[in-house]
């Protein structure tokens, strides 16, 4: 506003109106309004770069999230991996556990007897074929009763072997149950920082909109400024080189009227030399400095 009342008034139209204490106030005026548009214009650069560092500041903190999430997403797929590798080794215990049982369930339809009676009776079969003498097809009936007895221990043995590979199946798959769940928990966790890392984001992004909002606000103000600033120096100069014209034409107009009074006292003095009275020093430098020697010769 100030630029443009001073660029309004800066015609010559304008300026021949004022007198020279005039043109001075108006000049110290213009100086005063140059200097606080100076004061505007640095302030408005070092605000400029305060907002250019925030915005710096919040485009680092976007990359760091950034690389946040990329870390925690390796750290998903990995997670991912390693559930399907689980699910994978669970399949094949949950087969091993199947045949398992199907050969257990084979195993006890071959053996119904108690183990401890069964061994029991085996026990007691062999005392009384080494203890006892018998006739020769009770012994062979013996013989034969003790061999069904060990062939049934036997299957036994291996029902029970059955059984505790079944227990050693079961118990990895509880293991591998375990970590999955340990490992899902982990993955929701993952995923829930990911999502607030995520939300950071855009709450920066917003930040850094409104910043930049910021800053081309500022820009504009400051080149308005700089405009401003100009304008106001061209008054300045235009004032300035009035007042140096006023005083030029002045020293003209002085000397001009001093060569005319010396060239009046020069002639007044050659009509004295004329009239033969005698001139005084200063009347002699007059007429020396107006017409040299040659006023003598003219006598």
């Given amino acids: 506003m100030a630029a443009e009342q001073a660029k309004k008034e800066g015609s010559p139209l304008y300026l021949d109106k004022l007198s020279e204490e005039e043109l001075e106030e108006k000049l110290s005026e213009i100086k005063s309004m140059m200097l606080y548009k100076k ?23 976007i990359m760091k999230l950034r690389e946040a999430i990329s870390a925690q997403m390796q750290r998903s797929e990995s997670i991912r991996k390693e559930l399907e590798n689980y699910k994978t080794s669970r399949m ?13 369930q084979n195993i006890q339809t071959q053996v ?45 043995e291996k029902g029970e072997k059955f059984k505790e590979k079944t227990k050693e ?60 600033y100009a304008d106001i120096k061209e008054e300045y100069g235009k004032i300035k080189d009035e007042i140096v014209r006023r005083r030029l034409s002045i020293k ?29 020093l200063a009347e002699l430098q007059i007429l020396y400095k107006q017409y040299g020697d040659s006023f003598g010769v003219s006598e």
């Fill in 39 to 61: 004061k505007e214009i640095y302030t408005l650069i070092q605000k400029r770069s305060e907002l250019v560092r925030e915005a710096g500041s919040i485009k680092k903190e």
């Fill in 92 to 104: 094949s215990l949950a087969e091993e556990k199947r045949r398992l049982y199907q050969q257990l």
């Fill in 112 to 156: 119904k007897d108690d183990k401890d009676k069964l061994l029991s009776r085996l026990a007691k079969l062999e005392w009384i074929q080494q203890t006892t003498p018998l006739p020769p097809d009770e012994e062979l009936a013996i013989i034969d009763k003790i061999a069904e007895l060990e062939r049934k221990s036997l299957i036994i």
């Fill in 169 to 228: 199946v079961n118990l990895r798959i509880n293991e591998l149950l375990a970590k999955r769940e340990a490992l899902v928990e982990e993955l929701v966790k993952v995923n829930q920082i990911i999502k607030e890392f995520k939300k950071q984001i855009r709450d920066l992004m917003n930040q850094l909109i409104n910043k930049s909002k910021e800053i081309d606000k500022v820009k504009e103000s400051l080149l308005n400024a700089i405009k401003e």
């Fill in 252 to 280: 003209a107009r002085v000397s001009e009227k001093t060569v005319d009074m010396e060239q009046e006292l020069a002639k007044q003095a050659l009509e004295k030399y004329k009239r033969g009275e005698k001139l005084d």
